[in-house]
Protein backbone atom coordinates (compact mmCIF):
# COMPACT_ATOMS: atom_id res chain seq x y z
CA UNK A 1 0.00 0.00 0.00
CA UNK A 2 1.48 3.59 -1.09
CA UNK A 3 -0.01 6.31 0.94
CA UNK A 4 0.41 9.89 -0.04
CA UNK A 5 1.80 12.83 2.25
CA UNK A 6 2.07 16.23 1.15
CA UNK A 7 5.44 17.25 2.55
CA UNK A 8 8.99 17.06 0.77
CA UNK A 9 11.94 16.26 2.17
CA UNK A 10 13.74 19.46 1.18
CA UNK A 11 12.51 22.89 0.23
CA UNK A 12 11.92 22.99 -3.73
CA UNK A 13 12.40 26.84 -4.43
CA UNK A 14 14.39 28.30 -6.75
CA UNK A 15 15.31 32.23 -7.11
CA UNK A 16 13.95 32.97 -10.79
CA UNK A 17 12.61 30.85 -13.63
CA UNK A 18 14.58 29.21 -16.28
CA UNK A 19 12.86 27.07 -18.95
CA UNK A 20 16.76 26.11 -20.47
CA UNK A 21 17.73 24.70 -17.36
CA UNK A 22 14.15 22.92 -16.50
CA UNK A 23 15.19 20.89 -19.63
CA UNK A 24 18.76 19.76 -18.51
CA UNK A 25 17.43 18.79 -14.92
CA UNK A 26 14.49 16.79 -16.68
CA UNK A 27 17.71 14.31 -17.51
CA UNK A 28 17.91 13.25 -13.45
CA UNK A 29 14.27 12.93 -13.40
CA UNK A 30 13.50 10.65 -16.18
CA UNK A 31 17.16 9.80 -17.97
CA UNK A 32 18.55 6.47 -17.42
CA UNK A 33 19.80 6.75 -14.28
CA UNK A 34 17.18 9.74 -12.93
CA UNK A 35 14.63 9.09 -10.35
CA UNK A 36 12.48 7.50 -11.78
CA UNK A 37 14.96 5.02 -12.80
CA UNK A 38 15.96 3.96 -9.49
CA UNK A 39 12.72 4.61 -7.64
CA UNK A 40 11.54 1.79 -10.08
CA UNK A 41 14.27 -0.22 -10.07
CA UNK A 42 14.18 -0.76 -6.56
CA UNK A 43 10.33 -1.18 -6.12
CA UNK A 44 10.58 -3.84 -8.33
CA UNK A 45 13.89 -5.21 -6.45
CA UNK A 46 11.78 -5.55 -3.52
CA UNK A 47 8.69 -6.97 -5.28
CA UNK A 48 10.67 -9.61 -6.30
CA UNK A 49 12.32 -10.26 -3.16
CA UNK A 50 12.64 -14.11 -1.80
CA UNK A 51 13.49 -13.57 1.40
CA UNK A 52 11.46 -11.54 4.30
CA UNK A 53 13.94 -9.39 6.84
CA UNK A 54 16.27 -6.39 6.11
CA UNK A 55 17.39 -6.43 2.60
CA UNK A 56 13.40 -6.66 1.73
CA UNK A 57 12.92 -3.58 4.12
CA UNK A 58 15.87 -1.91 2.42
CA UNK A 59 14.66 -1.63 -0.88
CA UNK A 60 11.12 -1.09 0.24
CA UNK A 61 12.33 1.98 2.39
CA UNK A 62 15.14 3.37 0.03
CA UNK A 63 12.51 3.01 -3.14
CA UNK A 64 9.90 4.78 -0.99
CA UNK A 65 12.34 7.44 -0.30
CA UNK A 66 13.64 7.89 -4.34
CA UNK A 67 9.17 8.35 -5.27
CA UNK A 68 9.63 11.23 -2.86
CA UNK A 69 12.79 12.46 -4.88
CA UNK A 70 10.83 12.23 -8.46
CA UNK A 71 8.27 14.35 -6.82
CA UNK A 72 10.83 16.97 -5.46
CA UNK A 73 12.41 16.96 -8.77
CA UNK A 74 8.83 17.45 -10.84
CA UNK A 75 8.04 20.09 -8.77
CA UNK A 76 11.66 21.96 -9.27
CA UNK A 77 11.33 21.73 -12.78
CA UNK A 78 7.39 23.43 -12.80
CA UNK A 79 8.52 26.09 -10.38
CA UNK A 80 11.41 26.54 -13.09
CA UNK A 81 8.80 26.93 -15.32
CA UNK A 82 6.17 28.94 -13.88
CA UNK A 83 6.19 32.35 -14.87
CA UNK A 84 8.97 31.57 -17.65
CA UNK A 85 8.81 33.31 -21.16
CA UNK A 86 6.01 31.45 -23.38
CA UNK A 87 8.60 31.55 -25.92
CA UNK A 88 6.59 33.99 -28.65
CA UNK A 89 9.82 34.73 -31.04
CA UNK A 90 8.86 38.04 -33.35
CA UNK A 91 10.81 38.64 -36.09
CA UNK A 92 13.52 40.71 -33.83
CA UNK A 93 14.22 37.69 -31.71
CA UNK A 94 14.14 35.41 -34.70
CA UNK A 95 17.05 37.33 -35.99
CA UNK A 96 18.89 37.49 -32.86
CA UNK A 97 21.18 34.11 -32.92
CA UNK A 98 21.87 34.78 -29.10
CA UNK A 99 17.89 35.09 -28.31
CA UNK A 100 16.92 32.07 -30.69
CA UNK A 101 19.85 29.95 -29.31
CA UNK A 102 18.19 30.33 -25.90
CA UNK A 103 14.23 29.69 -26.88
CA UNK A 104 16.55 26.67 -28.99
CA UNK A 105 17.60 25.33 -25.47
CA UNK A 106 14.17 25.05 -23.98
CA UNK A 107 12.19 21.72 -24.43
CA UNK A 108 8.54 22.93 -26.28
CA UNK A 109 6.80 20.17 -25.15
CA UNK A 110 6.95 21.67 -21.45
CA UNK A 111 4.92 23.83 -22.84
CA UNK A 112 3.00 22.27 -25.21
CA UNK A 113 1.88 19.05 -23.93
CA UNK A 114 2.88 19.49 -20.15
CA UNK A 115 1.71 23.14 -19.68
CA UNK A 116 4.34 24.29 -17.73
CA UNK A 117 5.22 21.07 -15.94
CA UNK A 118 7.45 18.85 -15.53
CA UNK A 119 7.26 14.95 -17.96
CA UNK A 120 8.74 11.37 -17.95
CA UNK A 121 11.81 11.93 -20.31
CA UNK A 122 15.20 12.94 -20.35
CA UNK A 123 16.74 16.14 -21.20
CA UNK A 124 16.13 15.24 -24.87
CA UNK A 125 12.65 14.57 -24.89
CA UNK A 126 12.94 10.75 -25.34
CA UNK A 127 10.28 8.83 -23.09
CA UNK A 128 11.57 6.81 -19.44
CA UNK A 129 11.80 3.28 -20.29
CA UNK A 130 11.05 0.25 -17.97
CA UNK A 131 14.10 -1.44 -19.97
CA UNK A 132 16.52 1.10 -17.72
CA UNK A 133 16.14 -0.74 -14.34
CA UNK A 134 17.56 -3.73 -13.53
CA UNK A 135 15.22 -6.57 -11.34
CA UNK A 136 16.83 -9.81 -11.46
CA UNK A 137 15.98 -11.31 -8.47
CA UNK A 138 19.75 -12.38 -7.60
CA UNK A 139 20.49 -9.26 -4.70
CA UNK A 140 23.99 -9.35 -5.06
CA UNK A 141 23.41 -8.99 -8.86
CA UNK A 142 21.12 -6.14 -7.95
CA UNK A 143 22.70 -4.46 -5.50
CA UNK A 144 26.18 -4.16 -7.23
CA UNK A 145 23.83 -2.74 -10.40
CA UNK A 146 21.90 -0.48 -7.61
CA UNK A 147 25.12 1.27 -6.50
CA UNK A 148 26.29 1.90 -10.09
CA UNK A 149 22.88 3.80 -10.50
CA UNK A 150 23.83 5.65 -7.33
CA UNK A 151 27.05 6.65 -9.20
CA UNK A 152 25.63 7.70 -12.45
CA UNK A 153 23.22 9.99 -10.97
CA UNK A 154 25.69 11.52 -8.43
CA UNK A 155 27.95 12.38 -11.27
CA UNK A 156 25.30 14.08 -13.43
CA UNK A 157 23.65 15.90 -10.66
CA UNK A 158 27.22 16.69 -9.63
CA UNK A 159 27.51 17.87 -13.33
CA UNK A 160 24.01 19.88 -13.39
CA UNK A 161 25.25 21.87 -9.84
CA UNK A 162 27.86 23.78 -12.01
CA UNK A 163 25.36 24.45 -14.82
CA UNK A 164 23.63 27.20 -12.72
CA UNK A 165 23.73 29.91 -10.42
CA UNK A 166 20.70 29.51 -8.95
CA UNK A 167 20.91 29.32 -5.08
CA UNK A 168 17.41 27.23 -4.60
CA UNK A 169 18.34 24.67 -7.17
CA UNK A 170 22.20 24.15 -5.93
CA UNK A 171 20.41 23.91 -2.31
CA UNK A 172 17.69 21.29 -3.64
CA UNK A 173 20.72 19.36 -5.94
CA UNK A 174 23.45 19.55 -2.76
CA UNK A 175 20.64 17.69 -0.46
CA UNK A 176 20.52 15.07 -3.18
CA UNK A 177 23.57 14.29 -4.41
CA UNK A 178 24.04 13.87 -0.17
CA UNK A 179 21.39 11.15 -0.72
CA UNK A 180 23.77 9.68 -3.33
CA UNK A 181 26.72 9.77 -1.09
CA UNK A 182 24.61 7.59 1.24
CA UNK A 183 22.82 5.49 -1.26
CA UNK A 184 26.29 4.55 -2.56
CA UNK A 185 27.71 3.45 0.46
CA UNK A 186 24.57 1.97 1.67
CA UNK A 187 24.38 -0.52 -1.51
CA UNK A 188 28.23 -1.43 -1.09
CA UNK A 189 27.59 -2.45 2.35
CA UNK A 190 24.34 -4.37 1.69
CA UNK A 191 26.49 -6.11 -1.40
CA UNK A 192 29.28 -6.87 0.94
CA UNK A 193 26.79 -8.28 3.75
CA UNK A 194 25.08 -10.42 1.21
CA UNK A 195 28.53 -11.96 0.32
CA UNK A 196 29.71 -12.20 4.52
CA UNK A 197 26.56 -13.69 5.61
CA UNK A 198 27.42 -16.67 2.28
CA UNK A 199 23.66 -15.94 0.68
CA UNK A 200 25.21 -14.71 -2.32
CA UNK A 201 29.01 -14.58 -3.10
CA UNK A 202 30.84 -13.73 -6.53
CA UNK A 203 31.11 -15.15 -8.83
CA UNK A 204 27.12 -14.19 -9.24
CA UNK A 205 25.19 -16.38 -9.32
CA UNK A 206 27.26 -18.87 -6.82
CA UNK A 207 25.05 -21.87 -7.15
CA UNK A 208 25.73 -22.22 -10.28
CA UNK A 209 28.28 -25.24 -10.38
CA UNK A 210 32.03 -23.36 -11.25
CA UNK A 211 32.77 -26.98 -12.79
CA UNK A 212 30.32 -27.09 -15.53
CA UNK A 213 32.27 -23.55 -16.60
CA UNK A 214 35.50 -24.31 -18.85
CA UNK A 215 38.51 -24.15 -15.90
CA UNK A 216 41.04 -23.04 -18.57
CA UNK A 217 39.95 -20.06 -19.12
CA UNK A 218 37.91 -18.98 -15.87
CA UNK A 219 40.80 -16.71 -14.13
CA UNK A 220 42.61 -15.71 -17.33
CA UNK A 221 43.32 -12.05 -18.54
CA UNK A 222 43.42 -12.49 -22.25
CA UNK A 223 44.76 -9.26 -23.88
CA UNK A 224 42.88 -8.83 -26.95
CA UNK A 225 44.75 -4.95 -27.75
CA UNK A 226 48.06 -4.49 -28.45
CA UNK A 227 48.51 -2.47 -25.20
CA UNK A 228 50.49 -3.82 -23.08
CA UNK A 229 50.03 -2.44 -19.76
CA UNK A 230 47.17 -3.77 -18.96
CA UNK A 231 49.54 -6.87 -17.68
CA UNK A 232 50.22 -4.51 -14.68
CA UNK A 233 46.85 -4.46 -13.25
CA UNK A 234 45.84 -6.55 -9.92
CA UNK A 235 43.46 -8.47 -12.29
CA UNK A 236 46.57 -10.44 -14.27
CA UNK A 237 47.96 -11.76 -11.51
CA UNK A 238 47.39 -12.90 -7.80
CA UNK A 239 44.09 -13.77 -6.40
CA UNK A 240 41.08 -13.75 -7.64
CA UNK A 241 38.53 -11.97 -5.40
CA UNK A 242 36.24 -14.97 -5.79
CA UNK A 243 38.68 -16.51 -3.44
CA UNK A 244 38.75 -19.20 -5.67
CA UNK A 245 41.58 -18.97 -7.98
CA UNK A 246 45.03 -17.02 -9.44
CA UNK A 247 44.65 -14.64 -12.26
CA UNK A 248 46.93 -14.91 -14.65
CA UNK A 249 47.91 -13.54 -18.01
CA UNK A 250 47.85 -14.17 -21.75
CA UNK A 251 47.88 -12.47 -25.08
CA UNK A 252 45.35 -13.68 -27.19
CA UNK A 253 47.47 -14.16 -30.70
CA UNK A 254 49.23 -16.82 -28.38
CA UNK A 255 45.09 -18.39 -27.59
CA UNK A 256 44.26 -21.78 -29.43
CA UNK A 257 41.06 -21.19 -31.61
CA UNK A 258 39.08 -23.16 -33.58
CA UNK A 259 38.16 -21.97 -37.60
CA UNK A 260 35.08 -20.04 -38.15
CA UNK A 261 32.17 -22.28 -38.94
CA UNK A 262 30.68 -21.70 -42.42
CA UNK A 263 27.73 -19.10 -43.56
CA UNK A 264 24.51 -20.68 -42.14
CA UNK A 265 21.81 -21.34 -44.82
CA UNK A 266 18.52 -20.32 -43.59
CA UNK A 267 14.98 -21.62 -44.94
CA UNK A 268 15.24 -20.38 -48.28
CA UNK A 269 10.89 -18.41 -47.54
CA UNK A 270 13.52 -16.06 -45.25
CA UNK A 271 14.83 -14.64 -49.08
CA UNK A 272 18.25 -14.27 -47.47
CA UNK A 273 21.01 -14.42 -49.93
CA UNK A 274 23.01 -17.23 -50.42
CA UNK A 275 26.08 -18.39 -52.70
CA UNK A 276 23.15 -21.05 -53.76
CA UNK A 277 21.46 -19.88 -57.54
CA UNK A 278 18.04 -17.76 -56.86
CA UNK A 279 16.67 -20.78 -58.79
CA UNK A 280 17.32 -23.28 -56.72
CA UNK A 281 16.23 -20.78 -53.57
CA UNK A 282 12.80 -20.43 -55.72
CA UNK A 283 12.34 -24.64 -55.94
CA UNK A 284 13.83 -24.86 -52.45
CA UNK A 285 10.81 -22.81 -51.13
CA UNK A 286 8.14 -24.07 -53.41
CA UNK A 287 8.76 -27.38 -51.91
CA UNK A 288 9.07 -27.07 -48.92
CA UNK A 289 5.35 -25.48 -48.98
CA UNK A 290 4.09 -27.74 -50.94
CA UNK A 291 5.19 -30.30 -48.40
CA UNK A 292 3.61 -28.06 -45.59
CA UNK A 293 6.75 -27.45 -44.08
CA UNK A 294 7.30 -25.16 -41.02
Known amino acids: MFFHRQETQHEIKPDRPDAVYARKLQEVLGGQYGEISVAMQYGFQAWNAHIPGKYRDLLYGIGAEEFGHVEMLAIMIARLLENSPL ?146 GSWASGPTPDGKGQFSYQEAEQGTYVPMPPPTHPDSRFYGTTELPNTMEKIAGTVQDKLKKE
Open 87 to 232: GITDDDVQSDPVVAAVVGGTDVQHAIVAGAGARPVDSMGNPWQGSYITASGNMLADFTANANAEMQGRLQAARLYHMTDDHGVRDLLGFLIARDTMHQNQWIAAAAELQQEKLEEIPVPSNFPQRKEDQDVNHVYINFSDGKNAAD
